[in-house]
């Protein structure tokens, strides 16, 4: 356990694109006996798509992230909502669950993913993610007589977390003037017409806050107003 753990941290420490990421994460599954996994990453951004890194089938996350899954799915939905790790399975769904929820583990379970062990990463500065270890098995006993095993999968899952959060939330620069990806995203809800209080309530912080983001990109622009900060984001380059 410990070799495979220590080789899937040395492969996160000099991992330079997503690939390689999927790579790690697929050799520690393997090492620890699991079918599948699927971490998946919700973005604040109203222009960028879910970002998906699983080995389930391919044509199960197509139609998921086509049918825009993640906002109903109702493991994805407790995962926002409660920080901590839990295991589900066919008892998941309840008596009064909906019809969509039943039709959507059985959509599911056809390929193969009928209970698994979540692990919410939280908020972050680029939005909220979660990462899941699956099985083909109907209960959610999944793992339940080896807590060694899930202690070891939870360092694993953070650690995984960190290092996407490396390669894909870099700094911005708009007009050569470096911004955080909270006030770049601040910008971007401001050029689709939000009020403050709207983007706030989009990106889950204060009003006061949001506000306060938007003051800090205008006096590094040198511009007065909110809609002259928006015109140079017509300008953003990404810092690679």
Same mark, same amino acid.
């Given at each position: 356990?410990?070799?495979?753990?220590?080789?899937?941290?040395?492969?996160?420490?000099?991992?330079?694109?997503?690939?390689?990421?999927?790579?790690?994460?697929?050799?520690?599954?393997?090492?620890?006996?699991?079918? /599948?996994?699927?971490?998946?990453?919700?973005?604040? /951004?109203?222009?960028?798509?879910?970002?998906?890194?699983?080995?389930?089938?391919?044509?199960?996350?197509?139609?998921?992230?086509?049918?825009?899954?993640?906002?109903?799915?109702?493991?994805?939905?407790?995962?926002?909502?409660?920080?901590?790790?839990?295991?589900?399975?066919?008892?998941?769904?309840? /008596?009064?669950?909906?019809?969509?929820?039943?039709?959507?583990?059985?959509?599911?379970? /056809?390929?193969?993913?009928?209970?698994?062990?979540?692990?919410?990463?939280?908020?972050?500065?680029?939005?909220?993610?979660?990462?899941?270890?699956?099985?083909?098995?109907?209960?959610?006993?999944?793992?339940?007589?080896?807590?060694?095993?899930?202690?070891?999968?939870?360092?694993?899952?953070?650690?995984?977390?960190?290092?996407?959060?490396?390669?894909?939330?870099?700094?911005?620069?708009?007009?050569?003037?470096?911004?955080?990806?909270?006030?770049?995203?601040?910008?971007?809800?401001?050029?689709?017409?939000?009020?403050?209080?709207?983007?706030?309530?989009?990106?889950?912080?204060?009003?006061?806050?949001?506000?306060?983001?938007?003051?800090?990109?205008?006096?590094?622009?040198?511009?007065?107003?909110?809609?002259?900060?928006?015109?140079?984001?017509?300008?953003?380059?990404?810092?690679?």
């Amino acid at each position: 356990m410990e070799c495979v753990l220590q080789t899937f941290l040395d492969d996160l420490e000099v991992s330079g694109n997503i690939q390689q990421l999927r790579d790690a994460l697929t050799a520690l599954t393997s090492g620890f006996g699991l079918k /599948s996994y699927a971490y998946l990453a919700l973005s604040n /951004s109203p222009y960028h798509r879910p970002r998906l890194i699983s080995n389930y089938d391919i044509r199960w996350t197509g139609h998921y992230l086509d049918q825009f899954y993640h906002k109903s799915d109702p493991i994805i939905l407790r995962a926002l909502r409660d920080p901590k790790p839990f295991r589900w399975g066919a008892e998941f769904i309840g /008596s009064a669950s909906s019809r969509f929820i039943r039709n959507f583990f059985h959509e599911a379970a /056809s390929f193969g993913i009928c209970s698994g062990l979540t692990y919410p990463m939280g908020r972050w500065r680029a939005g909220r993610a979660a990462l899941t270890f699956a099985s083909d098995s109907s209960g959610s006993d999944f793992l339940v007589h080896a807590p060694e095993t899930c202690g070891v999968l939870r360092m694993a899952a953070y650690e995984f977390h960190r290092h996407f959060r490396r390669l894909v939330a870099p700094g911005y620069s708009v007009n050569g003037v470096a911004l955080s990806l909270r006030q770049v995203q601040c910008l971007e809800w401001i050029a689709m017409g939000k009020t403050i209080a709207e983007v706030a309530f989009l990106l889950g912080v204060a009003r006061s806050t949001a506000k306060h983001h938007l003051q800090v990109v205008r006096e590094k622009l040198n511009v007065h107003t909110s809609a002259q900060a928006v015109a140079a984001l017509a300008n953003l380059k990404r810092i690679l």
